[in-house]
């Protein structure tokens, strides 16, 4: 139990479908992150929530659209995907103010778009 | 320009040998924090140790240690007494604590082997 749970594990969809990753976490952190890790390259920040403002957005397409309906839960809503998106998609949390704490991962979500 | 940067992209060592993992960071700003990170293949990342710009000792947590060299830049990472269950990946990470969003960014990774 990493204390950050993501759903679905493993998730396969077609380019025109739209579906939504999950990310929830009861750790007491304030902030929260997407991240993207494709084969053979460096993890890609995408977004940022820190008390469910959105700070930070990495240039990220519009077919990737964030949500933090409150500060345990984190959504990624996908829509009109292309092959090239499929990665391992992790989200992760950490407390605001403590610069010394890392993060806390989920497992992640393997998207493969096909 | 790469803030974080591991040059080997995979490593082998003997089991219960020591292996040293490389990572060098760029940062203009005075205070931040490194760390590191293990990923299996199962995907979790886990959190393995952290190591402050004002700390004047070098982190140790159990097997891990970080070899700290500020004016070089470097933050590697000793694993001794390797096993077996540390075949992984390995991410060096650095937070820049002017940095209002804190995030974490993370360097290309290191694919460690661990032979019988």
């Known amino acids: 139990e990493t204390g950050v749970t993501q759903t679905p594990r493993h998730l396969v969809m077609g380019m025109t479908n739209k579906k939504s990753l999950k990310c929830e976490q009861h750790l007491g952190h304030n902030a929260m992150y997407w991240y993207k890790q494709s084969a053979k390259k460096p993890l890609e920040l995408m977004f940022v929530?820190?008390?469910?403002?959105?700070?930070e957005n990495n240039s990220v397409p519009s077919r990737f659209s964030p949500e933090c309906p409150n500060s345990s839960h984190l959504f990624l809503h996908l829509h009109t995907l292309q092959p090239e998106d499929s990665a391992l998609y992790l989200c992760?949390?950490?407390?605001?103010?403590?610069?010394?704490?890392?993060?806390?991962f989920g497992s992640g979500t393997r998207l493969t778009v096909v | 320009a790469q803030k974080i940067t591991q040059t080997q992209p995979g490593m082998f060592v003997q089991e219960k040998e020591a292996v040293t993992l490389d990572c060098t960071y760029d940062?203009?700003?005075?205070?931040?924090?490194l760390f590191w990170y293990k990923q299996p293949s199962s995907g979790e990342m886990i959190f393995l140790i952290y190591q402050g710009s004002y700390d004047e000792q070098n982190a140790t947590e159990g097997r891990y240690s970080l070899n700290f060299q500020k004016a070089r830049k470097s933050a590697n990472l000793v694993i001794s007494a390797s096993q077996l269950g540390d075949s992984a990946m390995y991410f060096c990470a650095m937070r820049e604590f002017g940095d209002s969003s804190y995030k974490l960014i993370f360097g290309s990774g290191t694919r460690l082997l661990v032979r019988p």
């Open positions: 992760a949390s950490s407390p605001l103010g403590n610069m010394e704490y890392g993060y806390t």
């Open positions: 940062t203009s700003d005075q205070s931040y924090g």
């Open positions: 929530y820190s008390l469910e403002e959105r700070v």
